[in-house]
């Protein structure tokens, strides 16, 4: 997981604007993100992410496999991705590909992965704004999951850096 969020922890606003971390985010480059993608296998977005994403002018994912995880769009709607309905069906479709190294965006599939013991690593780039409210990237979570701290850097414009990897003897209980 790599993912950018404002100090107070959001992902987005409510609207789903991201020029807040876009505009603030330049001054540290991408933050490592290329290096990042270039181990990724494939992505997997929540449906608000994926709504966000397919705005934008440039696809930013190459010929990755891209997935969906969504209740509520069509499954032949946009040739780029494969929407799946849940979490069973995505993960059996990841496994299923051989799918090594995932990147997750989007608070509900982070929360998702989480909780079902699915995320080994997270990264996340703190954009030194407070925005007050917002799309959370945490929320309620079925326990506590303990997190060893990688490394912290500090980029241009104040962007904080953190690298945790899921605490090796966390016991999900």
Do not use: C, K, N
Not at 32 to 49: C, K, N, P, S
Not at 94 to 111: N, P, T
Not at 155 to 171: A, C, D, I, L
């Amino acid at each position: 997981m790599f993912l950018g969020l404002s100090v107070d922890g959001y992902i987005a606003r409510h609207d789903g604007d991201l020029t807040w971390l876009t505009s603030r985010g330049q001054a540290a480059g991408d933050a490592g993100y290329t290096e990042f993608m270039a181990g990724i296998d494939a992505v997997v977005l929540g449906r608000t992410t994926y709504q966000v994403v397919a705005g934008f002018s440039e696809w930013p994912y190459g010929e990755r496999p891209v997935h969906v995880l969504s209740t509520t769009l069509g499954s032949g709607d946009d040739p780029r991705v494969t929407v799946h309905r849940s979490l069973p069906e995505l993960v059996a479709a990841l496994e299923q590909a051989g799918s090594g190294d995932v990147y997750l965006d989007g608070g509900l599939v982070v929360r998702s992965f989480l909780a079902a013991g699915l995320v080994d690593e997270l990264t996340l780039s703190q954009v030194p704004v407070l925005l007050g409210e917002g799309v959370s990237l945490f929320g309620p979570l079925p326990h506590d999951i303990d997190l060893e701290h990688v490394r912290t850097q500090v980029f241009g414009g104040g962007m904080v850096q953190t690298t945790y990897r899921v605490h090796p003897g966390w016991s999900g209980t």
